[in-house]
């Protein structure tokens, strides 16, 4: 919860779609993420999940600090804990100032939409203050109530991320493999009309000769 200005140090945890044939979600993910640590006035280091962001992020040259693969098309809450152990630690210890996790949220099956969104230090909603309180007395106490709420949210919202991730990939790559279908249906047409055609004018053309070596026959 603890902020730390000056930020000098920013670990971004950059989750694009892990496969191709997804049209240009990939691509808008990695450019957003750039763009992002472009931005950034400190130095950023990234930890990225999935070979594309890997690819990535080596080909332009930026700090990766960690690679995770092969989490899977359905990855349960233990699989993605070594990633929050590590974002955690490097938090914790003081090796980085912020964290940043990098997704392409789902919004609807046509629509995925890259966002950037910090995830340490925990930010508290919009509008709220420590006197919007009602008055509840936590139990043991609120130190230790917090440390065990706050944890479970940071494993949630990376949780939520590869999800979410994961979501865009099936949806983009559905909608990508219907327009190459409906592309490849249309090529088809197409070419067997002109297919239609060429063979039409090649029977016009024997029928001519034959009909031209008739007359010349009659007429000899």
Same mark, same amino acid.
């Given at each position: 919860?603890m *902020?730390?200005p000056?930020?000098?140090? $920013?670990?971004?945890?950059?989750i694009?779609? %892990?496969?191709?044939?997804c049209? !240009?979600?990939?691509g808008?993910?990695? &450019?957003?993420?750039g763009?992002f640590?472009l931005r950034q *006035?400190?130095?950023?280091?990234?930890i990225?999940?999935?070979?594309?962001?890997?690819?990535?992020m080596?080909r332009?040259?930026?700090?990766v600090?960690a690679v995770?693969?092969d989490l899977g %098309?359905?990855?349960?809450l233990?699989?993605?804990?070594?990633?929050i152990?590590?974002?955690?630690?490097?938090?914790?210890?003081?090796?980085? %100032?912020?964290v940043?996790?990098?997704y392409? *949220?789902?919004v609807?099956?046509? $629509?995925?939409?890259?966002?950037?969104?910090?995830v340490?230090?925990?930010?508290p909603?919009? !509008?709220?203050?420590?006197e919007?309180?009602?008055?509840?007395?936590y *139990?043991?106490s609120?130190r230790? $109530?917090?440390?065990?709420?706050?944890?479970?949210?940071?494993?949630m919202?990376?949780?939520h991320?590869v999800?979410?991730?994961?979501?865009s990939e099936?949806?983009?790559?559905?909608?990508?493999?219907r327009?190459a279908?409906?592309?490849?249906? %249309?090529?088809?047409?197409?070419l067997?009309?002109?297919?239609?055609?060429? &063979?039409?004018?090649g029977?016009t053309?024997e029928l001519?000769d034959?009909?031209?070596?008739?007359?010349?026959l009659?007429q000899a």
């Amino acid at each position: 919860l603890m *902020e730390r200005p000056p930020v000098r140090r $920013v670990l971004v945890v950059h989750i694009p779609p %892990d496969r191709g044939l997804c049209g !240009g979600l990939p691509g808008n993910m990695n &450019r957003a993420t750039g763009q992002f640590v472009l931005r950034q *006035e400190a130095h950023v280091s990234v930890i990225t999940v999935g070979k594309k962001g890997r690819d990535f992020m080596v080909r332009t040259g930026r700090d990766v600090k960690a690679v995770f693969t092969d989490l899977g %098309d359905r990855p349960s809450l233990a699989d993605t804990m070594p990633i929050i152990h590590m974002v955690e630690e490097s938090y914790t210890s003081g090796e980085v %100032d912020q964290v940043f996790v990098a997704y392409p *949220e789902y919004v609807s099956v046509l $629509v995925q939409r890259p966002v950037i969104s910090q995830v340490l230090p925990v930010e508290p909603p919009e !509008g709220g203050t420590a006197e919007a309180g009602a008055g509840y007395i936590y *139990e043991p106490s609120d130190r230790a $109530v917090y440390a065990a709420l706050v944890p479970r949210f940071l494993q949630m919202q990376v949780y939520h991320a590869v999800l979410e991730s994961i979501a865009s990939e099936q949806s983009a790559r559905m909608v990508a493999m219907r327009n190459a279908t409906d592309n490849a249906s %249309d090529m088809a047409e197409g070419l067997t009309l002109q297919l239609n055609k060429v &063979r039409q004018e090649g029977i016009t053309r024997e029928l001519l000769d034959i009909i031209g070596g008739v007359a010349a026959l009659s007429q000899a």
